[in-house]
Every structure is written in C-alpha cells, then in structure tokens.
C-alpha cells in the first residue's frame, strides 16, 4: 500500500462510511443549500504530543487527562468549524484522533457546549522515520537527529484535521515524500568550514532527504458548493542547529513550499505529491494553516521567511489575528522589549530568548472575505486564561465568508 493510500485508508478509519445519518451530521452536510456560509478556521499547536509511542493513546483512552480537557474546552469555547491541531501522535489506526474527539471534543468541558466533527483526516508525518543516514553529523546513524523529522518515534508531533463539513479524502494531496533538493532554488544548508557551497548533506543525504519535517497536505473541504483547500503544515523550529543553519533553511523552505503551492502554474511547476502527481493549487479557494516556527521580524527564521506567506499575492492578510493578553504578556516577561512586532499579534509564549512571537498562521485566499480574526490568549483577570497555559501556543483563527460560484 503506497504511503497516500494509507493516509486516506487511516482517515477513512477515523470517519466510516455512515457514521452519522446526513440529517444529523455537520453543518457541510445539512447546509448545502444555504448560501454564503461563515466559516471558521482555526489553527492550534496544542502540545498534546508524548514521550512515547502509544502514550497519547493512552491517555485519551479516558475522559480525565488534564491537558486534553483544556485543549478540548478551548475548542469547545471558540468553536471553529475546520481545525488544525498540530504536535498530535499519530498512530495508524487513528485511535488517537477518534478518542479526542469521543473522549474530550463531544463531552462537555467545564460546562461548555460539546462540539461535534463527523469529519478528520489523519495521515503518516517524517518526524520519527528512520533516514538510515547520519543527518546530525554525529558520527552514528540512528535516534531522532537523524530521522526524516526530528523525534524519537514515527509519528510524534503530527497533526489532525477536524471539520463540521465533509473532507474529500480522494482528492486530498500529501508531499511527505518530496525530497529538499528537487525545489529550485533550494536554500541547502552550507558546510562554513569548507569552501564547497551547499554542502552540509552530501550526496547520497541528500537523494532521501524529504523536504517536510512533518508532512504538507491539501485537505479539500467541502462547504456546500464549493471546495476550500486546508493546506496545513508544521515547519522544523530554526533552531537547534549550528552554524550551517540547517533548520532556518529547511523551516524556509517548508514555508516556501506553500507559496509556490498557491501561486501554482510554472512557479509550481517542480512540485510532486506521494502518487506522483505534480504542480501546485489548481485554482479555486484555500486556507493555510499551521504552526510556521517564522515571526515576520523576531526569532531566529531566515529574514524574509514569514513574508513569503504574508506578501503573496494569492494571500488575504488584511486581517491580522490579535489579542490582549499577548499584549500583557509581553509587558509582563523581560526579553520582549526589543521585538519590533506588534505584541498584540503573538501567538506563541516562549521564554526568552526568543520571547514571545507570532507563529501560528490562517491565512486564506483572496477570493475569501475575512469578516473576523483572533487569539485565544485572554487577559490573566479574564475568563478562561487558566485554559492556556495547555500548551506554549495560542488558538488562531479566521472567519471568512464564501461567496459561491454560480
């Protein structure tokens, strides 16, 4: 079984044919004729990630995991029609993002109403896979340095999707696969102690290395008539290297991939996905989503890195997510004077250095009209800020209305 099959054979593991009479599903499915339709997208790195394979599992298993009802009760407070949540284990028979959902998603949280998504894909990440090569240069090869993505298991720190409306799982395109060097242009790691440029990966490293430390999707969604494409992703943090610089380079040119992706045509032209097919975005709306690892002016990204997104031209960026309680936070924790973004559009509380950034992104396209944005991060006298100390990021979302095509 080739490895997009076994994504949507896993997605169709989480959601079986029937699960809910059509009467009694999601939004997407009872509000087809309706037109216009508001929708929120949401994005949210929640953390719920394990130390060992099977853990999550685990601790799903029940209703009382302490972190998984705050992240839950978040969800159910903001309620976002199409969410991303990034750092989720996978495993492959979805058990995970099925016990999240029956276990914490559909119980009601500190008396917040359950919220319920008929939908969610799953699929495999690199993070964890074995490379069988010494990527971090340590001179043995195994343990997570030297994994396709940084971890100590396959499928740590992946991600799942949830929708109130239907997912086109036969049309959904991974790019766990693609290899680093087959992007034109490709900022491949330098070697500052040779003359030779671009030359931290040899050769034979460099023929298996993917490009996605976790893995890049294209999740269609269907909202009534039409079809938004949920490109989601979760860059390599650009740090924890050395002078090469190996994850800046890489988490640019993940973020890079995104924007050739949109922009599609002979920009696009070099991209293939795990079946083969190539080229990027053809046509029609998108959202993307993720936790990028990129502020626009702090941190440690490449300059430039978070602009590729952000001054696309595909992009709508009118509306930047914000909130108070970035803004005290960075008051409150010394190392943020310095920043020159906006406090307000954190979404990330990290110590410092690097202290807090704006990291996590929904950024749909132009042909969707942004009617709100935010961040969950309330005020510490507000309700609710209990909730986020759940994980080191931040809720973000975006409502948008789809105006359809006739």
């Known amino acids: 079984m080739s490895r997009t099959r076994l994504a949507v054979a896993t997605a169709l593991l989480v959601l079986p044919a029937g699960l809910l009479p059509a009467s009694a599903a999601a939004p997407g499915a009872s509000e087809r004729g309706r037109p216009d339709p508001d929708v929120r997208f949401q994005t949210y790195n929640a953390s719920l990630n394990r130390a060992a394979e099977g853990?999550?599992?685990s601790d799903l298993s029940t209703p009382g995991?302490?972190?998984?009802?705050?992240?839950a009760e978040i969800i159910q407070r903001t309620r976002p029609d199409v969410l991303l949540i990034n750092e989720f284990d996978y495993d492959e028979e979805g058990l995970a993002a099925d016990l999240f959902r029956s276990n914490y998603l559909e119980v009601s949280q500190r008396g917040a109403e359950p919220?319920?998504?008929?939908?969610?894909?799953?699929?495999?990440?690199?993070?964890?896979?074995p490379s069988g090569q010494d990527l971090d240069n340590s001179g043995t090869v195994g343990g997570p340095g030297d994994a396709f993505g940084f971890g100590f298991f396959p499928g740590?720190?992946?991600?799942?999707?949830?929708?109130?409306?239907?997912?086109d799982t036969d049309a959904v395109r991974t790019f766990q696969g693609f290899l680093w060097k087959d992007m034109p242009g490709a900022l491949l790691p330098d070697d500052p102690a040779t003359p030779a440029p671009a030359d931290y990966y040899s050769a034979a490293e460099l023929d298996v290395f993917r490009l996605s430390s976790k893995s890049h999707w294209d999740v269609p969604v269907e909202i009534g008539r039409r079809t938004v494409h949920f490109l989601v992703s979760h860059p390599t943090p650009p740090v924890f290297d050395g002078p090469e610089d190996r994850n800046g380079t890489r988490n640019h040119d993940e973020i890079r991939f995104w924007s050739d992706y949109v922009r599609g045509g002979r920009r696009a032209a070099y991209i293939y996905d795990d079946e083969g097919r190539g080229g990027g975005l053809r046509g029609g709306a998108f959202v993307i989503a993720g936790d990028q690892n990129s502020?626009?002016?702090d941190g440690d990204s490449i300059p430039g890195s978070a602009q590729l997104l952000l001054d696309n031209p595909r992009v709508n960026d009118r509306r930047t997510p914000s909130s108070q309680g970035a803004v005290e936070a960075a008051?409150?924790?010394p190392g943020n004077e310095t920043h020159r973004s906006p406090a307000r559009f954190d979404t990330a509380d990290f110590s410092e250095p690097p202290g807090n950034l704006r990291a996590d992104y929904v950024l749909p396209s132009r042909s969707l009209r942004i009617l709100d944005s935010g961040v969950f991060w309330p005020r510490t006298t507000e309700p609710y800020a209990d909730l986020v100390s759940a994980s080191d990021h931040r809720p973000v979302w975006v409502d948008v209305k789809l105006r359809h095509h006739r």
Do not use: H, K
């Not at 919220?115 to 896979?129: L, M, S």
């Open 156 to 167: 740590q720190y992946g991600m799942v999707v949830y929708s109130r409306y239907p997912i």
């Open 115 to 129: 919220i319920d998504y008929p939908y969610a894909y799953v699929a495999p990440v690199n993070t964890g896979v």
């Open 65 to 71: 995991n302490a972190q998984a009802r705050q992240v």
């Open 55 to 57: 853990q999550l599992v």
């Open 295 to 297: 502020d626009p002016l």
């Open 331 to 333: 008051a409150a924790q």
